[in-house]
């Protein structure tokens, strides 16, 4: 980890120097992921579990899958199964994963590609190791995050978006301590290739030991990081965080009770890191709060539970999909 460096970020665009005049957002909370089990039982810390939803919005979800060294025959997936509401991101670190869906799209995506498929009003899919990774193991590691649909959008056309690694947008701090790849969304001046019908950033940054990363970020977005290996600190407060744990930063929405709009978050990596990845390594994401009801439950995500009895009504009479030929 991970799959998309360069040798020198200094030739890499560069974030501005923070001012002191702007505002550093404070941390609210830092929670510790549990551990779980997804699909056909890889191993998956669960980034987003323990928060309160209001804290959350637009995001449902997110897995940290592996970091896990499978030996052969052990490389798992999960089998074909739908999804309707909403969108879902993979991003694939380390290893290999096949995913293929009833609307047509799907491919391979490993070492830093990301894959980004809008459900809208329905689709079968499946993710998988392919089999030449089953029968030869190897390193697995990524994460899926679930990004909500607002009630008018839940329902539109299914679509597939293929973001290869050499698409991801590179950045470099204004000292060139910290790698940003830039997934989605905008980050000052920059803005990543991913398409968000739900206005959301998505980017993960290495931090070098000792290195401090200060990202300008919108007032009316949420903002999150998640920490994939090593320690250090989050927000103006630093904060102590490390592998397994997740920052949530205040100041937001104009939620009551969160701080007033801050204008930078701030992360800053220890001076010694652990010796299997030496940099601290941080999923950081936010977005702007849909502020609609949110009804759950397995696959679907909706807005009431009149919607989600029809979500399951519909897939069983098989209205969201048909598996490909080739695929069944």
Same mark, same amino acid.
């Given at each position: 980890?991970?799959?998309?460096?360069?040798?020198?970020?200094?030739?890499?665009?560069?974030?501005?120097?923070?001012?002191?005049?702007?505002?550093?957002?404070?941390?609210?909370?830092?929670?510790?992921?549990?551990?779980?089990?997804?699909?056909?039982?890889?191993?998956?810390?669960?980034?987003?579990?323990?928060?309160?939803?209001?804290?959350?919005?637009?995001?449902?979800?997110?897995?940290?899958?592996?970091?896990?060294?499978?030996?052969?025959?052990?490389?798992?997936?999960?089998?074909?199964?739908?999804?309707?509401?909403?969108?879902?991101?993979?991003?694939?670190?380390?290893?290999?994963?096949?995913?293929?869906?009833?609307?047509?799209?799907?491919?391979?995506?490993?070492?830093?590609?990301?894959?980004?498929?809008?459900?809208?009003?329905?689709?079968?899919?499946?993710?998988?190791?392919?089999?030449?990774?089953?029968?030869?193991?190897?390193?697995?590691?990524?994460?899926?995050?679930?990004?909500?649909?607002?009630?008018?959008?839940?329902?539109?056309?299914?679509?597939?978006?293929?973001?290869?690694?050499?698409?991801?947008?590179?950045?470099?701090?204004?000292?060139?301590?910290? /790698?940003?790849?830039?997934?989605? #969304? !905008?980050?000052?001046?920059?803005? *990543? $290739?991913?398409?968000?019908? &739900?206005?959301?950033? =998505?980017?993960?940054?290495?931090?070098?030991?000792?290195?401090?990363?200060?990202?300008?970020?919108?007032?009316?977005?949420?903002?999150?990081?998640?920490?994939?290996?090593?320690?250090?600190?989050?927000?103006?407060?630093?904060?102590?965080?490390?592998?397994?744990?997740?920052?949530?930063?205040?100041?937001?929405?104009?939620?009551?009770?969160?701080?007033?709009?801050?204008?930078?978050?701030?992360?800053?990596?220890?001076?010694?890191?652990?010796?299997?990845?030496?940099?601290?390594?941080?999923?950081? /994401?936010?977005?702007?709060?849909? #502020? !609609?009801?949110?009804?759950?439950? *397995? $696959?679907?995500?909706?807005? &009431?539970?009149?919607? =989600?009895?029809?979500?399951?009504?519909?897939?069983?009479?098989?209205?969201?999909?048909?598996?490909?030929?080739?695929?069944?």
């Amino acid at each position: 980890m991970p799959a998309v460096t360069v040798e020198n970020p200094l030739t890499l665009p560069r974030l501005p120097q923070p001012l002191n005049a702007v505002r550093e957002r404070q941390v609210l909370a830092i929670t510790t992921a549990p551990s779980g089990f997804e699909g056909e039982g890889f191993p998956v810390r669960k980034a987003l579990a323990t928060i309160k939803p209001q804290y959350l919005d637009p995001f449902i979800m997110m897995d940290q899958m592996g970091e896990v060294d499978y030996a052969p025959g052990e490389p798992k997936g999960t089998p074909w199964h739908p999804h309707r509401g909403f969108e879902t991101v993979t991003y694939m670190i380390d290893g290999v994963m096949e995913h293929a869906d009833s609307h047509g799209g799907g491919g391979t995506i490993s070492d830093g590609d990301t894959q980004w498929m809008t459900a809208g009003g329905g689709i079968l899919h499946k993710e998988a190791p392919p089999e030449w990774l089953v029968a030869k193991g190897g390193l697995f590691h990524g994460i899926q995050l679930w990004v909500n649909l607002p009630g008018r959008e839940k329902m539109v056309a299914p679509k597939y978006q293929d973001i290869g690694r050499t698409n991801v947008v590179l950045l470099s701090s204004h000292d060139g301590g910290a /790698l940003v790849r830039l997934i989605a #969304g !905008e980050v000052g001046e920059f803005t *990543g $290739p991913g398409s968000t019908r &739900t206005p959301i950033t =998505l980017l993960h940054a290495s931090l070098s030991p000792g290195s401090r990363l200060t990202l300008p970020w919108r007032k009316d977005f949420n903002a999150l990081a998640y920490v994939l290996s090593g320690h250090g600190t989050a927000g103006g407060d630093r904060q102590p965080i490390e592998s397994g744990q997740l920052a949530v930063f205040d100041g937001f929405g104009g939620l009551p009770g969160l701080g007033t709009d801050g204008e930078t978050i701030t992360l800053s990596a220890a001076g010694n890191q652990e010796s299997r990845s030496p940099n601290m390594e941080v999923i950081v /994401l936010g977005g702007r709060p849909i #502020g !609609e009801p949110v009804a759950h439950y *397995g $696959p679907f995500v909706m807005n &009431t539970q009149a919607e =989600l009895a029809k979500a399951f009504e519909d897939y069983q009479a098989g209205r969201l999909g048909t598996i490909p030929a080739g695929h069944a």
